[in-house]
């Protein structure tokens, strides 16, 4: 960390215009990913569904599709270890999913049986001959119907289908609501969203008479992949090589095993030849996993001047057929429903709830969106019953430097109040609104990297191996993941400002579990921070050894401080002194006995609280039109103001940052996941509604200039908390137009029809009364 | 996965008609296949012969006459269609029609001809060249016949051609004087297939009252649906904006609209009853400028 104050001053490589490295790769085709990836021998696999949302499997009989030409092999849950897993792993009653399930299945589209066949058309047509006979099971779909006595039983030994339960609490709130001066009650839902990766799921398995397996599979953490499949198939990690190609998009739903992989690994097994499985677009809408929809409730007590006094809050989440990463989710909902304000008094409970749907799980934002949908609609509520300016009402609430979320979570860097100034500025400069027009806001902020560890890794959660060759060329190693959010060149930047060499001198490896040191991966927004300090700290060991050369070689008085930049090492009191790069680690490498220089780092967090190491903050302003007659929303114009630490590279956070405010917004009023008797009734892009281009407005972004010390150069979270406060600020923009308050998401036009006739009805009322 | 099939690539229309009447009940025709291509991948649709007559170029033509009208051949893509200069002075909500019909990508494969045959209710074309007064041309090898757009659809993708017919051109009268016509429909993405959409044609007399009407609802059924009630409060009135209003109100009432998860029953006919009021007032101003 020595170099941190002096690289904050005179950063070379950092926030310059670095296109993305992997760019040239994708843009001309030569990108492979796992959909890609061909073997000699390799056969295809396609999965057998249920077309049940609740039934006992009574027998299989692939007779029939085994007798099809080119059909090798079927397998269903007897061919398995029948191991019920869960990335949870310390909590053994929430590993609670088999991939093939033996006895019983719990949701339309899971897998049932797996066909290998010599193409990928004949293990269809060999689906629809396996019989399966199928004793139904009466299903229920909604959670408050769930908790029922008399609701079926999904797990057996769950009561009331109650999968996990979380409570946090801090300060009085008993209290608080005794000193309120102004209480507000208000109820919501939100629903579930889709991940909808550009790439479906896909896996390719290939299992050798050695006992090993190697499996390519498009993934957002190669080591949970790897150490989840060797729980399953009863095999050591380390016999498990796992590769993250290029991967087209995770989202939070590309870091659990997934019948692609588990499947194709079963076939592999039984036939020693490779087996490729790719998910069509409609198997990725109904047997992946969502986004947790959520009932909330939340009860909120103010001072007159509005002090934020109380707050109460309970949610129950539709948690699907199996827990995945929805326990997280449920936890960080309640955390961050309190962000980003300091409480006197705060309590939430959250119940997750088996359903026999589509499992929920994580989705960027992580819970947090379904948090502030609720809670920065309620409080603008609040502002305006209270007559208060809904800026300055946030911002004497608002965290601050310094600040602990009493028994959660230290708050280091905050640059929320200079995010209130932008966003009190922008709504100003906007003037008088044309008619049917209106603008909201809402604030968030979101975590840099989860410090929970229920997975339970015996590894540090980041590592990094930096290798220096003798012509100052440079191989970075991390198991971190690059899902199309930049973590390669993220990484290679951050190395290069280290070093003091280019960005296009190092040459990135990741994701691949054989050749890379173990890393959590790319969730919770944690590779930014957690591997960029890893990599700085590799970066400095190498760093550290060459300068030790370069002194000797220079014959400097010890006190003199070196350094390196832009491929130039020097006195940094007289830059001008000093010698190239490669002639340096030439000089190194010999010294070394011919060793090449490798570093290494690794960064786990110490005394940071339970959460996070670090927070991101921003506010998001929306201008939209309604048109008041059909409900129709369209997106004006937006600004983001976001504090995310020292920006690592400038062009990344920008394609970050659009593309969670799609997707925020998509959540807010476009992407919608109706289900019919437990069946999804739009698995299609055509029905499916997310944005497009044509709906995109500019969406500009103030940066805000703050430095997080644990984060490497200052940096922490960005591209996922955007995803958090969009939809909340629709629905303000919407309450500020129309004087409507949407309680539930995504808004659809009928919604906003209706609230309004029935406004229309209440005034009406409201003047006879008169 | 698409079904095995034979596909049939005809050189000329005689020979597609040809090949038409020696398949006739195993042959699909496709023509650009943005339509057809999506129930044959879900397996809703599988067919022994495919015909492919998208290579046609013998009916890919816009023709223009002051005393004919317009004629469109049954293979011009829709994108020749938004682009064409012809088509956007003397008609031009049929290229404001276009522009919004799919991305671009369809609209420079898809056919005009394709798109009418496929007999979509949501499909764009069919309710605008019904207020136009369309007629299709269809042939097969015993002859040529014309029939007028209102009557080709009978049912849920169903239409009057028999199956040894195709049809090889859409011929639109030429627009009358003091002619207004607006197309609208309500989508949540730009250029998505309407939930419903409603196109309007209106004409004026001297006097500034309404001299003909047509309204036509898109998937407000399981046709393209004449909303004549609609007209009807609208032919030979002075035209006010309660009007307008009360059109809007007997078109919900033609409607025949399915509930579905992009709209309830109840919130289409809400739709229709808004859009019929906003293009029927629209093609009343153009009309009586």
Same mark, same amino acid.
């Given at each position: 960390?020595t170099t941190?104050?002096?690289?904050?001053? /005179?950063l070379?490589?950092?926030?310059?215009?670095?296109?993305n490295?992997d760019?040239?790769?994708?843009?001309?085709g030569?990108?492979t990913?796992?959909?890609?990836?061909?073997?000699?021998?390799?056969?295809?696999?396609?999965?057998l569904?249920?077309?049940?949302?609740?039934?006992?499997?009574?027998k299989?009989?692939?007779?029939?599709?085994?007798a099809?030409h080119g059909?090798?092999?079927?397998v269903?849950?007897k061919?398995?270890?029948?191991?019920?897993?869960?990335?949870?792993r310390?909590y053994?009653?929430?590993c609670?999913?088999q991939?093939l399930?033996?006895d019983?299945?719990r949701?339309?589209?899971e897998?049932? $049986?797996?066909?290998?066949?010599?193409?990928?058309?004949?293990?269809?047509?060999?689906?629809?001959?396996?019989e399966?006979?199928?004793?139904?099971?009466? $299903?229920v779909?909604?959670?408050? @119907?769930?908790m029922?006595?008399?609701?079926p039983?999904?797990h057996e030994?769950?009561e009331?289908?109650?999968n996990?339960t979380?409570?946090i609490?801090?300060?009085?709130?008993?209290k608080?609501?005794?000193n309120?001066? *102004?209480?507000?009650?208000?109820?919501?839902?939100?629903?579930?969203?889709?991940h909808?990766?550009m790439?479906t799921?896909?896996?390719?398995?290939?299992?050798t008479?050695?006992?090993?397996?190697?499996?390519?599979?498009?993934?957002?953490?190669a080591?949970?992949?790897?150490?989840?499949?060797?729980g399953v198939?009863?095999?050591r990690e380390?016999?498990i090589r796992v590769?993250?190609?290029?991967?087209?998009?995770g989202?939070?739903?590309?870091?659990?095993? !997934?019948g692609a992989?588990?499947c194709?690994a079963?076939?592999?097994?039984?036939?020693f030849?490779?087996v490729?499985i790719c998910?069509?677009?409609?198997?990725?809408?109904?047997?992946? /996993?969502r986004?947790?929809p959520?009932h909330?409730w939340?009860r909120?007590?103010v001072?007159?001047t509005g002090?934020?006094?109380?707050?109460e809050?309970?949610?129950?989440?539709?948690?699907?057929?199996?827990?995945?990463?929805g326990?997280?989710?449920l936890?960080?909902?309640?955390?961050?429903?309190?962000?980003?304000?300091k409480?006197?008094?705060?309590?939430?409970?959250?119940?997750r709830v088996y359903?026999n749907?589509?499992?929920?799980?994580?989705?960027?934002?992580?819970g947090?969106?379904?948090?502030?949908?609720c809670?920065?609609?309620?409080?603008?509520?609040?502002?305006? @019953?209270l007559?208060l300016d809904?800026?300055?009402?946030?911002?004497?609430n608002?965290?601050t430097?310094?600040y602990?979320?009493?028994?959660? %979570? *230290?708050?280091?860097?905050?640059?929320?109040d200079? $995010?209130f100034?932008?966003?009190?500025?922008?709504?100003?400069? /906007?003037?008088?609104?044309?008619?049917?027009r209106?603008?909201?806001?809402s %604030?968030a902020?979101?975590m840099?990297?989860?410090?929970f560890?229920?997975?339970?890794?015996?590894?540090?959660f980041?590592s990094?191996?930096?290798?220096i060759?003798?012509d100052g060329?440079v191989?970075?190693?991390?198991?971190?993941? +690059?899902?199309g959010?930049?973590?390669?060149?993220?990484m290679a930047?951050?190395?290069?400002?280290?070093l003091?060499c280019?960005? +296009?001198?190092i040459k990135v490896h990741?994701?691949?579990t054989?050749?890379?040191?173990?890393?959590?991966g790319a969730?919770?927004?944690?590779q930014?921070?957690?591997?960029?300090?890893a990599?700085? =700290?590799?970066?400095?060991d190498?760093?550290h050894?060459?300068l030790?050369?370069?002194?000797?070689?220079?014959?400097?008085n010890?006190v003199y401080?070196?350094?390196?930049?832009?491929?130039?090492?020097?006195?940094?009191?007289?830059?001008?002194?000093?010698?190239?790069? +490669?002639?340096?680690?030439k000089?190194?490498?010999?010294?070394?006995d011919?060793?090449?220089i490798?570093?290494?780092g690794y960064?786990?967090?110490?005394?940071?609280?339970m959460i996070?190491?670090?927070?991101?903050?921003m506010?998001q302003g929306?201008?939209?039109?309604?048109?008041?007659?059909t409900?129709?929303?369209?997106?004006? !114009?937006?600004?983001?103001?976001?504090?995310?630490?020292?920006p690592?590279?400038?062009?990344?956070?920008?394609g970050?940052?659009e593309?969670a405010?799609?997707m925020?917004?998509?959540y807010?009023?476009?992407?919608?996941?109706?289900y019919?008797d437990?069946?999804l009734?739009?698995?299609?892009?055509? @029905?499916?509604?997310?944005? =497009?281009?044509?709906?995109?407005?500019?969406?500009?972004?103030?940066?805000i !200039?703050?430095?997080?010390? +644990?984060?490497?150069y200052g940096?922490?979270?960005?591209?996922?908390g955007?995803?958090?406060?969009t939809?909340?600020a629709?629905?303000?923009?919407?309450?500020?137009?129309l004087?409507?308050?949407?309680?539930?998401?995504p808004?659809?036009?009928?919604m906003?029809v209706? %609230?309004?006739?029935?406004?229309?009805?209440?005034d009406?009322t409201?003047?006879?009364?008169? | 996965?698409?079904?095995?099939f034979?596909?049939?690539k005809?050189g000329?229309?005689k020979?597609?008609?040809?090949?038409?009447?020696?398949?006739?009940?195993?042959?699909?025709?496709?023509?650009?296949?943005?339509?057809?291509?999506?129930?044959?991948r879900?397996?809703?649709?599988?067919t022994?012969?495919?015909?492919?007559?998208?290579g046609?170029?013998?009916l890919?033509?816009?023709?223009?006459?002051?005393?004919?009208?317009?004629?469109?051949?049954?293979?011009?893509?829709?994108?020749?269609?938004?682009q064409?200069?012809?088509?956007?002075?003397?008609?031009?909500?049929l290229?404001?029609m276009?522009?919004?019909l799919?991305?671009?990508?369809t609209r420079?494969w898809?056919?005009?001809? &394709?798109?009418l045959?496929?007999?979509?209710?949501?499909g764009?074309?069919?309710p605008?060249?019904m207020?136009?007064g369309a007629?299709?041309?269809?042939?097969?090898?015993?002859?040529?016949?014309?029939?007028?757009?209102?009557?080709?659809?009978t049912?849920l993708f169903?239409s009057?051609?028999?199956h040894?017919e195709m049809i090889?051109e859409i011929q639109?009268?030429?627009?009358a004087?003091?002619?207004?016509?607006?197309?609208?429909?309500?989508?949540?993405l730009?250029?998505?297939? &309407?939930?419903?959409?409603?196109?309007a044609?209106?004409?004026?007399d001297?006097? &500034?009252?309404?001299?003909d009407?047509?309204?036509v609802?898109g998937?407000?059924?399981v046709?393209?649906?004449?909303?004549?009630?609609?007209?009807?409060?609208?032919? &030979?009135?002075?035209?006010?904006?309660q009007?307008f209003?009360?059109a809007?109100?007997?078109?919900?009432?033609d409607a025949?609209?399915?509930?579905?998860?992009?709209a309830s029953?109840d919130?289409r006919?809400h739709?229709?009853?808004?859009?019929?009021k906003?293009?029927?007032?629209?093609?009343?101003?153009?009309?009586?400028?």
């Open positions: 960390m941190t104050s002096l690289a904050k001053q /005179k070379s490589v950092i926030n310059t215009h670095v296109v490295i760019g040239i790769a994708k843009v001309t030569r990108a990913y796992t959909f890609d990836v061909k073997l000699p021998g390799m056969l295809y696999g396609k999965i569904r249920s077309p049940h949302p609740h039934a006992k499997i009574l299989i009989d692939a007779s029939k599709a085994l099809l059909v090798k092999a079927v269903t849950g061919d398995t270890l029948g191991i019920k897993q869960g990335i949870w310390r053994q009653e929430l609670d999913e991939i399930p033996v019983k299945v949701y339309i589209g897998p049932v $049986a797996a066909v290998a066949a010599v193409t990928e058309e004949i293990a269809e047509m060999a689906l629809d001959l396996i399966v006979d199928y004793e139904v099971l009466p $299903a779909y909604e959670p408050m @119907d769930a029922k006595k008399e609701a039983t999904i030994g769950v009331r289908n109650i996990v979380r409570h609490e801090w300060g009085d709130v008993e608080g609501f005794e309120a001066d *102004y209480i507000r009650e208000d109820s919501f839902f939100c629903g579930g969203q889709a909808m990766c790439e799921r896909a896996a390719v398995s290939s299992f008479p050695e006992g090993k397996m190697t499996i390519y599979h498009s993934n957002q953490s080591y949970y992949l790897q150490a989840l499949m060797a198939l009863g095999m380390g016999d590769i993250a190609q290029y991967v087209g998009g989202f939070g739903g590309k870091f659990e095993l !997934d992989i588990f194709s079963i076939l592999t097994m039984k036939l030849r490779p490729k998910y069509t677009r409609e198997e990725d809408f109904i047997a992946t /996993k986004r947790t959520m909330y939340v909120t007590g001072s007159k002090k934020f006094l109380a707050r809050a309970r949610v129950v989440s539709n948690g699907g057929a199996y827990t995945g990463m326990a997280t989710a936890y960080l909902t309640g955390f961050f429903h309190s962000f980003p304000y409480w006197g008094g705060y309590r939430y409970d959250g119940y359903t749907t589509l499992p929920s799980t994580s989705m960027r934002g992580f947090a969106p379904q948090a502030m949908f809670s920065e609609q309620q409080l603008e509520w609040i502002a305006a @019953d007559g809904p800026i300055e009402m946030r911002r004497q608002g965290h430097p310094g602990e979320v009493p028994g959660q %979570a *230290y708050i280091d860097s905050c640059g929320l200079e $995010a100034d932008i966003m009190a500025k922008w709504i100003k400069d /906007k003037g008088k609104l044309p008619e049917n209106g603008i909201g806001f %604030a902020g979101f840099s990297g989860g410090i560890n229920w997975f339970d890794t015996p590894y540090s980041s990094a191996v930096i290798t060759n003798e060329t191989i970075l190693h991390i198991g971190a993941t +690059e899902i959010q930049g973590s390669n060149t993220t930047i951050i190395a290069a400002e280290t003091g280019k960005v +296009e001198d990741s994701g691949d054989d050749h890379c040191p173990a890393d959590l969730w919770g927004s944690r930014t921070l957690m591997t960029g300090n990599v700085m =700290r590799a970066c400095e190498a760093k050894q060459l030790e050369f370069a002194l000797a070689k220079m014959g400097l010890i401080d070196l350094d390196i930049k832009d491929r130039w090492v020097h006195i940094v009191a007289r830059p001008e002194r000093g010698m190239p790069w +490669e002639e340096l680690v000089i190194a490498t010999r010294g070394k011919g060793q090449r490798i570093g290494r960064y786990t967090p110490h005394r940071k609280g996070s190491p670090a927070y991101s903050y506010l929306v201008e939209i039109e309604i048109d008041k007659e409900g129709k929303i369209t997106l004006i !114009d937006s600004l983001t103001a976001h504090d995310c630490g020292q690592i590279n400038h062009l990344g956070l920008i970050q940052l593309g405010f799609s925020a917004a998509g807010g009023y476009l992407e919608y996941m109706p019919e437990g069946k009734m739009n698995p299609n892009l055509v @029905d499916y509604k997310m944005i =497009r281009a044509t709906e995109m407005p500019e969406t500009p972004v103030a940066e !200039d703050t430095y997080e010390p +644990e984060g490497p940096a922490k979270e960005a591209g996922e955007l995803t958090n406060p939809a909340a629709i629905g303000n923009a919407i309450f500020h137009a004087g409507i308050q949407m309680k539930e998401c808004i659809r036009p009928h906003i209706n %609230a309004l006739k029935e406004k229309a009805e209440k009406k409201a003047k006879k009364g008169k | 996965m698409i079904q095995d034979t596909y049939l005809p000329t229309v020979e597609a008609l040809t090949l038409l009447t020696d398949h006739v009940d195993e042959c699909k025709i496709v023509c650009g296949g943005q339509s057809l291509l999506i129930p044959m879900q397996g809703l649709l599988v022994e012969y495919l015909m492919d007559i998208k046609l170029d013998e890919s033509y816009i023709k223009y006459d002051a005393k004919e009208g317009l004629k469109l051949g049954a293979t011009t893509t829709h994108r020749a269609i938004e064409s200069d012809v088509i956007k002075k003397h008609y031009p909500v290229a404001l276009e522009e919004r799919a991305s671009i990508q420079n898809g056919t005009i001809g &394709g798109n045959a496929h007999a979509d209710s949501a764009d074309p069919a605008v060249l207020t136009l007629k299709v041309k269809l042939a097969s090898a015993k002859g040529e016949r014309i029939i007028p757009l209102d009557e080709f659809y049912d169903e009057a051609m028999e040894d090889i639109v009268p030429p627009p004087a003091k002619m207004g016509a607006a197309y609208q429909k309500f989508n949540l730009q250029n998505d297939m &309407g939930v419903v959409g409603v196109a044609m209106m004409t004026a001297a006097n &500034g009252t309404c001299k009407a047509r309204i609802l998937n407000a059924g046709t393209p649906i004449r909303a004549k009630n609609a007209e009807q409060v609208l032919i &030979g009135k002075k035209i006010s904006d009007l209003v009360e809007g109100e007997a078109a919900a009432g025949d609209p399915v509930g579905d998860i992009h029953e919130f006919r739709l229709i009853k808004v859009l019929t906003r293009m029927a007032k629209q093609a009343w101003e153009q009309a009586s400028k």
